[in-house]
């Protein structure tokens, strides 16, 4: 950020540096190990007196004078010309760092090439043993310019102590000299025998030609036995977060392993060749092979070494975008365009957004990404939105720590989004709009105050049920809405009825056939293991039968298969069931009602990962979304979904991730699904407060279902009220994941910083769906205007599963959520498909629209006036707010 950006977009200036850098690199390393290949080369020859094999050790010194001392030369001031273009600022580190260490090299290097343009053009000239004796110091002055160039190169991966030091020596004899300085030695040798195969395919002699393979054979198999020991020290040697870069985390480091691996097989494989008798033909073509192995090798090495880097140049000192590591942290939320120094624009606006995005990508994501290139911006951001991509920069090394963070405000992040999605890709920007929803029609039942024997109340157990609704490519959330009634028998003291009775239920006429919408039915024993009739839930429900009766006073249908589709395609996430009590013996009608059964698969995927709705552009997981989705899961996590789902084995998302809400046991070691999926993503959702919730769950107020619709939200609160804001409420979950000894936990939650408590120590762990937020969190002893501690609900969780609310009941075995109303719409909701449609039971049975029994409304279950606290403290006390009953309009739909 301090030096000029050299703007090279289509190949980059990482790539230029790796083909400059790895031939010299491969070249230098011959020039070592082939140093003592021919001082032993020509001292074998002088012994035995065998003018061939000193023939030969001639003709190969000419041949690697001219590799070594010409090519090696100008491939070694290459390497100094191009990282001063491409990283000026590591550059300049490491001359001003080890200034004397270089000029140190240089001395050596100027000994190397004297002896070596000696004992080359001296050769047979002078006598043999002097000439020995040349070949011997350049041999030691090669050996020590890489003692010299492998202390800086090592430092540039291993600093130490010099980070806090600064010293020269803790720099140069860094953790992983030795290791590095053996390992690179032991290649050198095998280099060097590498080139001595090339040299001797040229050697007219046939039997001449076989002793020399063998003899260079030797060089090539017997140094890997270093290679392979001293390669082990090297890889404990390096940081800890660098080698989960390596063999965890980048994906982009898997090929380069895979390489050095198959190539150190090749070359030892192709090298014992030679050993052998085999034919000429075979041998001389085996040469050739050899030597791209070999290089490959090299390639595979340095590019793994590169990778353990990331995301630094110098690790844990500069970036590889050649920011300061020191004082970055002042860059974050605040402007990066107006610190850096060679910025044309230091403020983000409207006239200057284009050109500032392009600047944001020059000078924070050039140095490793090209357009069109290597490393192709395009290809990468390809399967996300706009806000995806913010996403993304938001996230940046937080959990895969071999990118740089992004640095810079928020308008600049929009800015940088906004060029690599509409400049780059060329597609349109995304204006938020509001779904036009019209109110469907409902009718509230009449209901007889004084004559009616009986009332029914019945709810859904969460408010909404939410559905990925994409089972072809993966599920983890089926149609499954549950639905639970209390029957209570009205008088003096009213008596909750279970026996002899019957609970019928039936969704409204329209979505009658939710097995043509959504392809669940196809894919479930797939998927869920369950080959079920079309029409027919998990728990053997379907959407209209008969409710089942519970130990706690209740009746329940679990998992009915309801859709938001009505036949006719209309979306309505609020589809009405007429819930109806019987006598079991004679099958009179005792009392019929309504209620909602909320389902919606308005599930916010697309809105980062991209591909759209599903259906009509208004709902559903679109293939592309689903197939973008497991492309990151897969390279992330190393899996196979995508190809598996596209071999027609789609997996159920808790067939790995525990999940008490499908009954999903998962695999040990693996975290649960709500841990992983709020835990993960609250790493790129940071400081949203609740406009994080709404862009995955339906719950927005521009969205067509807006599923947070209870008195609640009236007052002014919101998802995070309860919840705690995203990173909160990932915490919470990720620390019981940590208690339960799961080591990802551990990872994702380590960037992640409270914002409703003071600590991640004074935040309580949590089981998602078993532990929820306690209303008496906030109402102390029960009362609606006062609050416990503070006017949230978050980290006071209920006192078990029995406890929470919409399981609770009071000491007469009525459940809260029963007069309250569903969680997420406790009365009295507001409902933009009818603004009483969730409010029906309490207009039937009490004319407004507020909690059963409001205002006093005690004569819906009592035939007498009560005046005490019958259910809970302070009944009396509270003056719920209620509204009047909204008449609604006929027929909806969703444009």
Avoid at 685 to 711: E, Y
């Amino acid at each position: 950020m301090n030096y000029p950006v050299w703007e090279i977009t289509s190949t980059g200036g990482g790539l230029l540096i790796a083909i400059i850098a790895i031939a010299h690199v491969f070249i230098a390393h011959l020039a070592v190990g082939g140093g003592l290949f021919l001082v032993l080369t020509e001292m074998k020859a002088f012994r035995a007196n065998d003018n061939q094999l000193m023939d030969y050790v001639k003709r190969h010194t000419w041949f690697f004078l001219l590799l070594t001392m010409v090519f090696g030369g100008i491939t070694g001031v290459g390497i100094w010309f191009i990282i001063s273009l491409v990283n000026p600022a590591a550059t300049s580190s490491l001359i001003h760092n080890f200034v004397f260490g270089w000029a140190t090299e240089w001395v050596f290097f100027i000994g190397e090439i004297t002896a070596l343009l000696i004992y080359h053009y001296r050769f047979g000239k002078m006598d043999t043993k002097a000439h020995i004796r040349i070949g011997w110091l350049y041999f030691i002055f090669a050996w020590l310019s890489l003692f010299v160039i492998n202390g800086i190169i090592g430092f540039m991966l291993t600093p130490g102590k010099w980070i806090t030091t600064q010293n020269f020596w803790h720099g140069f004899f860094n953790p992983s000299f030795l290791p590095s300085l053996i390992f690179r030695t032991g290649i050198a040798f095998t280099i060097a025998g590498v080139f001595g195969l090339v040299t001797a395919a040229f050697t007219k002699d046939r039997n001449f030609q076989k002793r020399l393979y063998r003899y260079c054979a030797k060089w090539i198999y017997l140094p890997v036995i270093v290679v392979i020991l001293s390669g082990f020290y090297y890889v404990y040697t390096i940081p800890e977060s660098a080698f989960h870069n390596i063999f965890k985390y980048n994906p982009a480091s898997v090929t380069y392993i895979r390489l050095f691996f198959w190539a150190s097989i090749l070359v030892v494989t192709l090298g014992l060749l030679f050993v052998w008798q085999a034919p000429s033909k075979i041998q001389n073509t085996g040469v050739l092979l050899i030597l791209v192995f070999a290089f490959a090798w090299m390639w595979g090495f340095e590019y793994t070494r590169e990778i353990a880097r990331k995301p630094y140049v110098i690790y844990d000192y500069i970036y590889s975008n050649s920011v300061p590591k020191e004082g970055s942290d002042l860059l974050y939320n605040n402007s990066f365009l107006a610190h850096a120094r060679w910025a044309n624009i230091k403020e983000v606006n409207n006239e200057n957004f284009k050109e500032a995005g392009h600047e944001l990508f020059v000078l924070q994501c050039l140095a490793c990404h090209t357009i069109g290139g290597y490393n192709d911006i395009i290809a990468r951001t390809e399967h996300l939105t706009e806000r995806g991509l913010e996403a993304k920069l938001t996230g940046l090394g937080k959990i895969n720590k071999y990118m740089p963070p992004f640095w810079g405000s928020q308008d600049e992040k929009e800015a940088l989004s906004a060029y690599i999605v509409r400049d780059l890709h060329g597609k349109d920007a995304v204006k938020p709009g509001y779904a036009i929803v019209e109110e469907a029609y409902y009718q509230i039942p009449s209901y007889d105050k004084i004559n009616e024997e009986y009332v029914l109340l019945v709810w859904n157990d969460l408010g909404m049920h939410c559905i990925s609704d994409n089972d072809k490519y993966f599920s983890f959330l089926p149609p499954a809405n549950t639905l639970w009634a209390q029957l209570i028998k009205r008088g003096e003291k009213p008596e909750i009825v279970n026996d002899n009775v019957v609970i019928e239920y039936e969704v409204e006429d329209g979505y009658r056939n939710p097995q043509d919408h959504v392809d669940f039915w196809e894919y479930a024993e797939k998927v869920y293991g369950a080959k079920l009739e079309p029409g027919t839930g998990l728990a053997g429900k379907m959407v209209y039968g008969e409710m089942d009766p519970t130990i706690n006073n209740a009746f329940v249908a679990h998992m009915i298969p309801v859709t938001p589709y009505q036949d006719n395609g209309v979306f309505n996430p609020y589809p009405l069931f007429t819930v109806t009590a019987k006598d079991k013996n004679t099958g009179a009608v005792l009392v019929s009602t309504k209620t909602v059964a909320p389902t919606s698969t308005e599930m916010g995927c697309r809105n980062c990962h991209g591909g759209g709705w599903k259906v009509n552009n208004y709902s559903g997981v679109a293939d592309k979304t689903a197939m973008n989705i497991l492309a990151v899961h897969d390279r992330i996590s190393g899996t196979t979904l995508l190809e598996d789902a596209l071999n027609g084995q789609p997996r159920l998302c808790q067939s790995c991730h525990m999940d008490p809400a499908v009954g999903a046991p998962g695999r040990k070691n693996i975290m649960n699904f709500s841990s992983s999926m709020h835990g993960f993503h609250a790493n790129y959702l940071t400081g949203m407060q609740d406009d994080a919730c709404n862009l995955c769950h339906p719950g927005s107020p521009r969205g067509n279902t807006t599923c947070f619709r209870g008195r609640h939200k009236l007052m002014g609160l919101n998802c995070i009220s309860c919840h705690g804001n995203l990173e909160d409420h990932a915490l919470a979950l990720l620390k019981n994941e940590e208690l339960c000894y799961k080591p990802s936990a551990t990872k994702i939650r380590a960037n992640l910083k409270p914002r409703m408590a003071d600590s991640y120590a004074m935040i309580q762990p949590r089981i998602p769906w078993l532990q929820e937020p306690d209303c008496l969190g906030c109402h102390r002893d029960f009362d609606i205007k006062q609050f416990k501690h503070r006017p949230n609900a978050f980290n006071d969780w209920a006192a078990g599963f029995n406890a929470l609310y919409r399981n609770r009941t009071d000491q007469q075995g009525v459940m809260c959520v029963a007069c309250h109303g569903s969680p997420h719409a406790v009365y009295f909701a507001t409902n933009k498909y009818g603004i009483d449609r969730d409010n029906i039971q309490p207009i039937m049975y009490q004319g407004v629209s507020g909690t059963i029994g409001t205002n006093m409304n005690c004569s819906i279950c009592h035939t007498t006036e009560m005046k005490h606290n019958g259910h809970h403290r302070n009944m009396v006390k509270n003056k719920s707010v209620f509204r009047e009953p909204v008449i609604p309009k006929p027929i909806a739909y969703i444009k």
